[in-house]
């Protein structure tokens, strides 16, 4: 130090310093500035941003910020990835009604083409999942044994055995599965919406995620089979209860009510 | 000569098979006796008759259901039509019942009318119950009866959840485990007691092979017995009539069970399986298939037992979690509160009777059914307990209240804790406000008369509504019950001015007594004298 200090009135101090300053400021151009070809490329990916950025500063910046670095309204987006955003705003979540123990389902506003944008628009913000494809997510041919036995293992402690939903704390809630879409289910696996875990593919292969799909598919979809009748909302045994109290144990009372009303008449003599 | 011959053969084969069981059995005397026996008529003294046939079909399907049922935990490997399960490893016990369910012709029907007609027996016995509690039939001589009717609801709950554990799937497993740990949760004894229970660590190979002989055979044998004793004393002490005109205390007023109530029975018995059929037809209960065998290490969400054990996950649920520590022992308050409140939860309602007859000292019979009004303090008593019973229930379900009505699990819970000391509290004050008043409009309706509805204009400008005066048959009714003078302790001091002593049980009796007929907790029903003085025509009223 003491060298460099008593050189520091040198005549060729200041050229020094001054090639320092301009290669570090160089290099650090180079390394932070987007890359050349992403600023001259005029291809659709850039375009679909530009609209998503456009559909993102009405529909979203209001609570994610206007870079998407999250406010006290709502988190950063840095990084959730285009499966995400597909998820919730494909599925109505986003944009949020209003603020609340959880965004619930609604209808999606959006246009699928629009959500792609924003979706491209928000993986731009920085890498995260991308939107699976059918190939990633299509059911056909899973397993439906074993993914009962991972929906069980993994899902059901909030979900119920088939996906009815169930309650958490402080009105927060796992919804009903029935019929969400497979590439919705997918994704929400994929990135773990609100109050759920995500199960990336290092934990839950793609197979698995087929294998659960399947699952949900086969026995909580409009295509399931109910072999005993009724399903009661597949609730177990309060709902159980409720009808055998109200239409079994009732329809009884009302037919004992009726053969006692119906009595054998005294002989007149 | 050939006539008294020929008169004997001529007798009819029923004539003649009635002689030979007579002789040997003594059928005639037997008849005799009881074929003319006399039962009043009333809808809700058809509620026992409910719960008996419910147990005859529990009994009957059951039967069929063993004959498929393998109670042993060994571990196969599903190969049944079911397509979602096929290839899982599960218990023979689970495997067989999905046999029953999908390869066996009929068993579906069957499991389902067993397990339907299980939750309204069960749920026929509390209401049978609550009949013969707000009518007072409990009262002398009944008090042995009404012990065993209780009986046959608390074995009915344990057969229930026995049975209700045997295909060992994840819902009942999870059942099956809240009872471990239940019992763990004792002081001392409660790991050598679930040892002992299970045949080592839970789950173990054991339990659905014991809970089996204790489902199919211990106690339903019980319940049989108590059953068959509870009828024998039904017959012995008469049923009770409602008070009407001609009954008295000493006589029954209705229809021979012979020929009228056979048929009627005989009949309804055939209703009530009719429609627990439809019911165990258009839904389903218990599907095993969606719920999946259990493995220790799943769980669901939304995991109640059947509604009748509804109230012990209700006090489980709500109970914080305290626990105490101390010398390397842990007492889990949070468990073991509960247990031990679940039997006094069914206690108090079992044991009110006793209490109500001390208070009472009344020692005479009873065979007049009370109307609940007429005695606002027993029905008031018995709207709490329902009331204490429900807001368990809400807590048992309390994830379902939180998401089909849109709220927090956490303020229901809250709810609950509250309304378990608060609802019976306001139940009960509720429930003797609106009798006394019943009592009140009956005492006017038989002075006055019912409110016609028609308005009068007199000459003089003013409007009267005509009452319409009660016939005679209805005064009766409304008057027929008997009002309890409130015990009086006595003087305090004895004939020579010594002060008298006078024990404290004593001094509660008299407190209570005054609470239960004192003034304001009843109100005088109209006597002939008032009744009298108002009908004669002197004044307006």
Redesign the interface.
């Known amino acids: 130090m003491k060298k460099l200090s008593a050189r520091r009135r040198h005549p060729l101090a200041a050229v020094v310093v001054l090639l320092l300053a301009l290669a570090a400021t160089g290099g650090l151009y180079a390394a932070f500035a987007p890359a050349g070809k992403a600023q001259a490329d005029e291809t659709a990916q850039s375009l679909a941003i530009d609209e998503g950025k456009k559909l993102y500063s009405v529909g979203c910046a209001s609570c994610h910020g206007t870079g998407g670095q999250g406010t006290s309204d709502g988190p950063s987006l840095v990084g959730v990835g285009a499966a995400a955003v597909d998820f919730q705003v494909g599925t109505g979540r986003m944009p949020a009604q209003q603020p609340g123990a959880q965004v619930p389902k609604k209808k999606a506003i959006y246009s699928q083409a629009q959500i792609d944008q924003l979706a491209a628009y928000v993986a731009s913000l920085g890498a995260g999942p991308s939107v699976p494809t059918d190939s990633q997510y299509n059911p056909s041919g899973a397993d439906i044994a074993k993914g009962g036995e991972l929906f069980r293992t993994n899902c059901a402690q909030c979900h119920n055995f088939t996906g009815e939903g169930g309650a958490l704390t402080n009105g927060k809630f796992a919804p009903s599965l029935e019929d969400v879409d497979p590439k919705h289910i997918y994704e929400a696996m994929q990135t773990g919406p609100q109050n759920m875990p995500s199960f990336p593919d290092t934990t839950m292969p793609q197979k698995q995620k087929q294998d659960i799909i399947a699952y949900l598919h086969a026995v909580n979809s409009d295509k399931s089979a109910s072999p005993g009748g009724l399903k009661l909302g597949g609730l177990g045994p309060v709902s159980e209860g409720l009808f055998g109290w109200i239409f079994g144990l009732g329809a009884l009372i009302a037919v004992a009510i009726w053969v006692a009303a119906h009595t054998a008449k005294a002989k007149k003599s | 000569m050939s006539t008294t011959t020929d008169a004997r053969r001529e007798a009819p084969a029923g004539e003649r098979i009635a002689d030979w069981a007579d002789g040997r059995l003594g059928i005639y005397s037997l008849a005799k006796a009881n074929m003319r026996k006399i039962f009043p008529?009333?809808?809700?003294?058809?509620?026992g008759?409910?719960c008996m046939y419910s147990f005859i079909i529990i009994i009957l399907t059951g039967v069929y259901l063993t004959l498929f049922f393998h109670p042993s935990m060994n571990e196969v490997v599903y190969d049944g039509s079911y397509?979602?399960?096929?290839?899982?490893h599960m218990s023979e016990a689970f495997n067989s019942t999905m046999h029953i369910?999908?390869d066996v012709r009929g068993g579906?029907l069957i499991r389902?009318i067993h397990h339907?007609a299980a939750?309204?027996f069960l749920?026929?016995m509390f209401?049978h119950m609550m009949r013969v509690f707000f009518t007072g039939a409990f009262r002398k001589p009944r008090e042995v009866n009404w012990l065993f009717g209780f009986l046959l609801f608390v074995l009915g709950m344990f057969t229930g959840f026995t049975g209700y554990s045997l295909p060992d799937d994840?819902?009942s497993g999870t059942g099956v485990r809240f009872m471990e740990g239940a019992i763990m949760s004792v002081p001392i004894v409660g790991t050598y007691l679930s040892f002992f229970l299970f045949g080592g660590e839970f789950p173990g190979g054991d339990f659905v092979a014991r809970f089996y002989s204790v489902h199919i055979l211990l106690l339903p044998g019980i319940m049989l017995g108590l059953m068959v004793a509870h009828l024998i004393l039904v017959f012995y002490h008469k049923h009770t009539q409602f008070a009407g005109p001609g009954r008295t205390n000493k006589n029954v007023v209705g229809?021979p069970l012979l020929p009228?109530y056979m048929a009627?029975a005989g009949?309804?018995f055939f209703?009530?399986f009719g429609?627990?059929a439809v019911?165990?037809?258009?839904?389903?209960?218990?599907?095993i298939?969606?719920?999946?065998p259990y493995?220790p290490?799943?769980?669901?969400?939304?995991?109640?037992?059947?509604?009748y054990m509804?109230f012990s996950e209700g006090l489980i649920r709500v109970m914080p979690g305290w626990e105490i520590n101390l010398w390397g022992h842990t007492l889990v308050l949070g468990v073991f509160i509960p247990l031990v409140i679940f039997p006094l939860v069914l206690a108090t309602i079992a044991v009110y009777p006793f209490i109500e007859s001390w208070i009472t000292g009344d020692k005479r019979e009873h065979h007049i059914a009370d109307r609940p009004r007429n005695a606002p303090t027993r029905t008031a008593f018995g709207v709490a307990w329902i009331t204490w019973y429900m807001v368990l229930l809400i807590g048992?379900?309390?994830?379902?209240w939180?998401?089909h009505f849109?709220?927090?699990?956490?303020?229901i819970t809250w709810f609950v804790r509250i309304a378990f000391f608060v609802a019976p509290v306001l139940a009960f004050v509720a429930t003797k406000r609106i009798c006394l008043g019943l009592q009140r409009r009956d005492a006017a309706k038989v002075l006055h008369g019912r409110e016609s509805g028609i308005i009068k204009r007199l000459p003089h400008g003013e409007f009267v509504e005509i009452h319409e005066p009660l016939d005679a048959n209805a005064r009766y009714k409304l008057t027929a019950h008997e009002q309890y003078k409130p015990a009086e302790i006595g003087p305090t001091v004895d004939e020579n001015g010594v002060a008298r002593k006078i024990s404290r049980t004593q001094k509660l009796r008299a407190k209570l007594s005054k609470g239960y007929f004192g003034e304001g907790n009843q109100i005088p029903k109209p006597t002939a004298e008032e009744y009298e003085e108002i009908t004669s025509g002197h004044g307006h009223h």
């Open positions: 008529d009333h809808w809700s003294f058809m509620l008759e409910i397509v979602p399960l096929q290839g899982m369910s999908f579906l389902q339907w939750l309204i749920a026929g209401v994840l819902l229809m009228v009627k009949g309804f209703l009530v429609v627990i019911v165990a037809a258009i839904a389903s209960i218990n599907p298939w969606a719920i999946g493995r290490d799943q769980v669901s969400t939304g995991a109640q037992p059947d509604w509804g048992g379900g309390n994830d379902l939180a998401t849109h709220l927090s699990i956490n303020v």
